[in-house]
């Protein structure tokens, strides 16, 4: 894989696209469960920020992760005085396709899905 994905329909699948961006120190704008509709979705400031000042950086561009079937998640967040960030998004699910995952974030906290 080289340098991120410049859009989900470059990545085989959406695992593989948040995986290659390396969501590390990304400002999140926005977090949001719809619980009856079982969605959550995960605003952030610049999808690339972590690739910023390096040639693959293609320049900042805002993103918005949406993930439908979300039945069950875990907060545990705690936000600092200017909002919090990504820390690392993993996916637990060792097969990638039900999309088990931990969202850590800096300073504290972690979101946690599991199916």
């Known amino acids: 894989m080289n340098g991120p994905f410049h859009s989900p329909e470059e990545a085989p699948d959406i695992v593989a696209f948040i995986e290659s961006l ?3 120190d990304i400002i999140v704008t926005e977090l949001l469960w719809l619980s009856t509709r079982k969605r959550f979705e995960l605003a952030v400031d610049d999808l690339f920020g972590n690739f910023e000042g390096f040639p693959e950086y293609p320049g900042e561009k805002p993103g918005r992760f949406v993930i439908d079937g979300v039945s069950k998640l875990e907060f545990d967040v705690d936000m600092a005085e200017k909002g919090i960030m990504i820390y690392d998004w993993e996916f637990k699910d060792a097969v990638k396709t039900r999309y088990d ?4 974030f800096f300073p504290c906290g972690e979101i946690i899905r599991r199916v």
Request: aromatic share 14%; charged share 0%; hydrophobic share 55%.
């Open 22 to 24: 390396g969501l590390h």
């Open 101 to 104: 995952f931990v969202i850590s």
